[in-house]
């Protein structure tokens, strides 16, 4: 158990919290030039060792370098997608809007952990996509994703879900954050009522471990539920993480037992550098049908590929089951 204050961000911080070996370094370091690195104290805490399930997650490996020849920088094609800045669009009723791009840890196997300039959408660069949204009727839901939107300071992510709630046609809306397991007293009385809106809002939490529930992660979604908002997981099948079918159980139950219910196991994207954490799919299906009838059903996402190329999310099908 470390007991650091600080979110550690580079080698030499990583090498002080013990969780790199001395001599790796210089190695890690190039990685950090490359990728940002991110682990705030919530989840350096939690770490046992750099190869453990989190200690996977979130320390920077000098495998990262190597770029597999199907590897991309842009996987799914989300650029393709944005038609301005802090927008994708691809599914007729619902678009993305990325209001900043950090995020309060740079997961290993994220592609969004290339490392963002200034990663904050300007006031105008806001109103633009306001405009945007607003001069498209089909657009029933805005999924604030980024980066993390639950980094936002209370009351600006207060004034976006305010302008998104006045557009008519927006009937729903939807953050997607790791903050609730990563940095649980972000989530604060402050942010819980931020996120209690007029129109409904469901937080989608992002959380791979089963040990990523701590009693702080717990309390924030507590604060949260207590205002009425409904909670959905949504979690990345990878190596050495979650890859067994009794890892997933314990996930998705703990994920049940905070009041989340499991929406989404995605296939893991093909990111440039992650090729340690790859799970054929074949195995990935094994694993779900493996859970099937073990465990209730309340507690099963669907599992699914997101397609290089922008054509979209699928579900990866179970023949055994047909
Ligand atoms: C994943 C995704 C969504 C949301 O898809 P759901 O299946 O509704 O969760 C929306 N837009 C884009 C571009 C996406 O990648």
């Known amino acids: 158990m470390r007991l650091g204050t600080k979110t550690l961000r580079d080698a030499d911080a990583l090498r002080g919290a013990g969780l790199i070996a001395p001599a790796a370094r210089d190695?890690?370091?190039?990685?950090?030039?490359?990728?940002?690195?991110?682990?705030?104290?919530?989840?350096?805490g939690l770490i046992e060792h750099a190869d453990d399930p989190l200690g996977r997650q979130f320390v920077p490996d000098p495998a990262e370098l190597i770029t597999a020849p199907h590897e991309s920088a842009d996987p799914i094609a989300d650029e393709a997608l944005s038609p301005l800045k802090g927008i994708v669009h691809r599914y007729p009723d619902r678009a993305l809007l990325k209001p900043l791009l950090i995020c309060p840890v740079y997961c290993r196997f994220c592609f969004r952990r290339e490392q963002v300039g200034d990663g904050v959408l300007t006031a105008a660069e806001l109103d633009a996509a306001y405009d945007w949204l607003r001069a498209r009727p089909a657009i029933r839901e805005v999924i604030l994703t980024g980066g993390d939107p639950l980094l936002l300071a209370p009351r600006r992510l207060g004034a976006i879900l305010q302008a998104l709630e006045a557009i008519p046609h927006v009937e729903t809306l939807r953050v997607h954050s790791r903050v609730p397991v990563a940095d649980p007293a972000r989530l604060n009385a402050a942010m819980a009522e931020v996120l209690a809106?007029?129109?409904?809002?469901?937080?989608?939490?992002?959380?791979?471990?089963?040990r990523e529930f701590s009693a702080e992660a717990r309390a924030a979604l507590r604060r949260v539920q207590a205002r009425g908002v409904p909670c959905l997981g949504?979690?990345?099948?990878l190596r050495g993480v979650n890859d067994s079918a009794q890892a997933l159980e314990d996930?998705?139950?703990?994920?049940?037992?905070?009041?989340?219910?499991?929406?989404?196991l995605h296939h893991l994207d093909a990111a440039p550098g992650t090729a340690r954490f790859a799970v054929p799919m074949a195995e990935g299906r094994r694993l779900m049908a493996a859970l099937r009838g073990r465990v209730t059903g309340l507690a099963l996402p669907t599992y699914v590929l997101d397609r290089p190329g922008g054509l979209g999310k699928v579900p990866i099908a179970t023949p055994e089951h047909v």
């Open 197 to 210: 809106t007029e129109k409904p809002l469901w937080l989608v939490v992002h959380a791979n471990h089963v």
């Open 251 to 264: 996930l998705f139950r703990a994920m049940l037992a905070a009041r989340v219910k499991p929406y989404y």
């Open 27 to 44: 190695a890690i370091a190039a990685v950090g030039a490359r990728y940002a690195i991110a682990i705030p104290p919530a989840l350096a």
């Open 234 to 237: 949504q979690s990345v099948l």
